[in-house]
């Protein structure tokens, strides 16, 4: 069992440019989350998806979009790059029947916008 | 709504000591509370939740805490710190049974000092 797993682990994109940060979960979860950190501001979800094909708002969704083609991934795109980008994603995937939500978290992405 | 407020952004204790890590929540429903560890440049885990049955948690690593209605607090603690706990940790609440999402306080960095 890989868990969850993210693509790619470090990325460096100059300010325009644009990218898919890749998440995949082998343990059949439904939901699928992706958030931000940056110092001092804890983790904001950016996205989620509670099912194949469904997605929804996070809490700082603004410059990001997301797809949810397979039930085990969870792209999140970013289309023209910022600097205020600049952070570490994370990507996670919870069991709905458990119904307390407890997550499971990928290594994480660093990213670097220029 | 819910919202998590994590006192004190860096906690400095000597090996040995009692680690306390403090943990405030808002919930407009019976909340589902968790500790999430961090180490160094790696993702998020468990340390352990409260899900409505024993107030007193017992996690991983020789974690525990006490989910305190009357104080809306869950607090965390150790009795006897080690070198490696030296981490970040965050508190998190889900709202309730079948909830799609977590809200996370912004962390708590653990220093053990020789």
């Known amino acids: 069992n890989a868990g969850v797993t993210q693509t790619p682990k470090f990325r460096v994109l100059k300010t325009g440019q644009s990218m898919t940060l890749l998440c995949a979960q082998d343990?059949?979860?439904?939901?699928m989350y992706w958030y931000r950190q940056d110092p001092g501001m804890g983790l904001r979800l950016i996205h989620y998806?509670?099912?194949?094909?469904?997605?929804a708002k996070g809490e700082v969704p603004d410059g990001y979009n997301v797809s949810r083609l397979k039930k085990q991934n969870f792209l999140l795109g970013l289309e023209s790059a910022a600097p205020s980008q600049t952070s570490v994603y994370f990507c996670?995937?919870?069991?709905?029947?458990?119904?307390?939500?407890?997550?499971?978290f990928g290594p994480g992405t660093r990213l670097t916008v220029l | 709504a819910q919202s998590v407020t994590q006192l004190g952004s860096h906690v400095s204790v000597s090996e040995g000591a009692l680690v306390l890590l403090r943990c405030n929540y808002s919930?407009?429903?019976?909340?589902?509370l968790f500790w999430y560890v961090q180490y160094p440049n790696q993702g998020l885990q468990l340390l352990l939740k409260?899900?409505?049955?024993?107030?007193l948690v017992k996690g991983i690593n020789g974690f525990e805490a006490e989910f305190k209605k009357s104080e809306t607090s869950f607090h965390l603690t150790k009795p006897s710190a080690h070198m490696s706990d030296a981490a970040e940790y965050f508190c998190?609440?889900?709202?309730?049974?079948?909830?799609?999402?977590?809200?996370f306080g912004q962390g708590t960095r653990l220093t053990i000092n020789p």
């Open positions: 996670a995937s919870s069991f709905y029947r458990v119904r307390n939500n407890e997550q499971f």
């Open positions: 343990m059949n979860h439904e939901y």
């Open positions: 409260y899900t409505s049955a024993a107030t």
């Open positions: 998190a609440v889900s709202g309730g049974r079948g909830a799609q999402k977590l809200v």
């Open positions: 919930s407009s429903v019976p909340p589902y």
């Open positions: 998806s509670v099912g194949e094909g469904t997605t």
